[in-house]
């Protein structure tokens, strides 16, 4: 079955550090990928995606490849703020067939940053 | 602006006294979810809607059950919570449909079992 794997927090890092967080996927189709952030006290929110094989997704500094070949979906931001400190899933979805649309998480990495 | 709202976003509940959440969305998506995220774990799928097609998780336990009487509104009602219930619970939208499946969701509803 499908799954997501994704590196155990927590992580702690200064303001300005470097931030790789590590995902990989089991699938049997072609999914999409995800990564969304979840601030304290909220939901979910959507920080980018890739649809396909070598697609970037993008945003707030925050960049993934989609990495067919290697099945990962690593996150990544050059220079990280505190009010980046929040807890990160990964989350893969089937294009198409019976379960398509539905996402599934990885169990999240929490990441602190400290001034 | 359009969004996914959940009431009550904190409700405290007896062991074994029924509990309703409600979610409403003003996208007019199609598909609606119910995910259940227990502390430091991933959420967890429960059931979803597309349209008012019902598709229920195959290990979602018989204790959950779930409405939506129209395209704006889901409900979850929680027959006879127990302490293992206690949790985040979280709505979540989208348009269905091929490709890239983006879910908007609530802030989530914590659920408290004493």
């Known amino acids: 079955g499908n799954s997501v794997t994704q590196m155990e927090g927590p992580v702690t890092l200064s303001e300005e550090a470097f931030l790789t967080i590590n995902c990989t996927y089991t699938?049997?189709?072609?999914?999409?990928l995800f990564w969304y952030v979840q601030y304290p006290g909220e939901g979910l929110q959507l920080l980018l995606k890739?649809?396909?094989?070598?697609d970037k997704g993008s945003n707030k500094g925050f960049e993934a490849t989609y990495r067919k070949e290697t099945t990962s979906f690593h996150l990544e931001k050059g220079s990280v703020q505190v009010s980046d400190s929040a807890v990160y899933f990964c989350?893969?979805?089937?294009?198409?067939?019976?379960?398509?649309?539905?996402?599934?998480f990885g169990k999240g990495t929490k990441l602190s940053v400290k001034p | 602006d359009a969004m996914v709202i959940q009431n009550p976003r904190y409700q405290v509940t007896q062991f074994g006294k029924p509990v309703t959440l409600s979610c409403s969305q003003t996208?007019?998506?199609?598909?609606m979810y119910w995910y259940q995220q227990k502390s430091s774990q991933a959420p967890k799928l429960l059931f979803h809607?597309?349209?008012?097609?019902?598709?229920n998780e195959a290990d979602t336990p018989d204790n959950f059950q779930s409405r939506r009487p129209n395209t704006s509104f889901c409900f979850l009602d929680i027959r006879s919570p127990g302490l293992g219930d206690a949790a985040m619970y979280l709505c979540?939208?989208?348009?269905?449909?091929?490709?890239?499946?983006?879910?908007?969701f609530g802030a989530g509803s914590r659920l408290t079992v004493l």
């Open positions: 699938a049997t189709g072609y999914p999409s």
């Open positions: 979540a939208t989208s348009s269905g449909g091929h490709g890239a499946n983006v879910l908007t």
């Open positions: 996208l007019n998506h199609n598909v």
């Open positions: 890739a649809t396909k094989a070598d």
């Open positions: 989350a893969l979805s089937e294009k198409y067939g019976g379960s398509q649309g539905n996402l599934i």
């Open positions: 809607y597309y349209d008012k097609d019902f598709n």
